[in-house]
């Protein structure tokens, strides 16, 4: 493959955007799709052409990525009549970066090894910023000759780990949306705790910097949470989404997830009050309004 790729890109929601834009900046030909043609429209800024369809988007591409909300909506576009896999070429390489149950990356691997095309499934984390900086991680299965030719496509985006055969990127990235998750509440739970004992919560985020309990969680969801900013990066019904998901398949592999369902419930009650498409950091309303506490 050269240098400068033909990519259609499939999906131009709040990350997709960015990641889309990045790849034309770089110097790829991007072509778009998303539901919602206007969603896409801000591309064009960018030399990015906009496709009536998926077929368009995909047909002549060497890289198809499909960045869309879930497993149905990737099986959709990606096995449905008229599909991407109908139009891509032999050894062309299809990545996944949606998140996706592990069991439709396994089965999207080998249809599209059926059709001599190379899958990698390749979901991300970071949310909107990582995306719009080119900072996010990307966790990869599938092909491995493929994943390394990626190298120059994955940098512009962020910093890519092969983890195994095609379904191991969607498993890593439920571990990452298992462990965001279950912080994000434990977050809330601290801060709400501390606040109401008198204490000056933007203070106890300062003072934890640098120890054992500081991380990226709570430094950016807690400051944004007493700042009541809920404005989504990673929305509540998508974490649901995924939470629910790590729990079928931990079930299946025989593990249990007490934390993970704890959390769930949270951001369940979320998605039930009209909240699913907040932040998921919004767990610290469910866990404020569960506590009888006014904001």
């Known amino acids: 493959m050269s240098l400068q790729h033909t990519i259609g890109f499939i999906g131009t929601g709040i990350m997709g955007l960015h990641m889309a834009r990045r790849l034309a900046q770089a110097g790829h030909r991007v072509?778009?799709?998303?539901?919602?043609q206007s969603k896409a429209e801000p591309l064009e800024e960018f030399d990015v052409h906009i496709a009536a369809n998926v077929a368009d988007a995909a047909k002549g591409?060497?890289?198809?990525?499909?960045?869309?909300?879930?497993?149905?909506?990737?099986?959709?576009?990606?096995?449905?009549?008229?599909?991407?896999?109908?139009?891509?070429?032999?050894?062309?390489i299809l990545l996944v970066m949606s998140s996706i149950p592990m069991e439709t990356a396994m089965s999207q691997g080998k249809a599209s090894q059926v059709c001599g095309v190379r899958y990698l499934d390749a979901p991300v984390s970071g949310g909107e910023p990582g995306a719009r900086d080119g900072k996010m991680t990307i966790m990869a299965g599938g092909d491995t000759e493929a994943f390394k030719e990626l190298q120059p496509v994955f940098a512009v985006m962020g910093r890519s780990t092969h983890v195994g055969p095609a379904g191991t990127g969607s498993l890593a990235k439920l571990?990452?949306?298992?462990?965001?998750?279950?912080t994000i509440q434990t977050v809330?739970?601290?801060?709400?705790?501390?606040?109401?004992?008198?204490?000056d919560p933007g203070a106890v985020i300062e003072a934890l910097k640098g120890g054992f309990a500081d991380s990226p969680i709570l430094q950016n969801h807690g400051k944004r949470m007493i700042e009541g900013n809920f404005k989504p990066g990673g929305r509540c019904q998508i974490q649901l989404k995924d939470t629910l998901t790590a729990e079928e398949l931990g079930k299946s592999f025989g593990v249990v997830m007490p934390m993970t369902g704890q959390a769930r419930v949270t951001y369940q009650n979320l998605v039930e009050n009209g909240q699913g498409n907040l932040d998921h950091n919004a767990a610290y309303l469910d866990v404020a309004?569960?506590?009888?506490?006014?904001?």
């Open 31 to 36: 072509t778009a799709w998303n539901r919602t």
């Open 61 to 92: 591409a060497d890289i198809v990525i499909v960045m869309v909300s879930d497993g149905p909506a990737s099986d959709d576009v990606i096995l449905g009549e008229g599909g991407i896999l109908e139009q891509m070429g032999e050894g062309t």
């Open 175 to 182: 571990a990452n949306q298992v462990i965001v998750g279950n």
């Open 188 to 199: 809330a739970e601290a801060l709400l705790l501390v606040e109401s004992g008198g204490a």
């Open 289 to 295: 309004r569960r506590s009888g506490k006014e904001l």
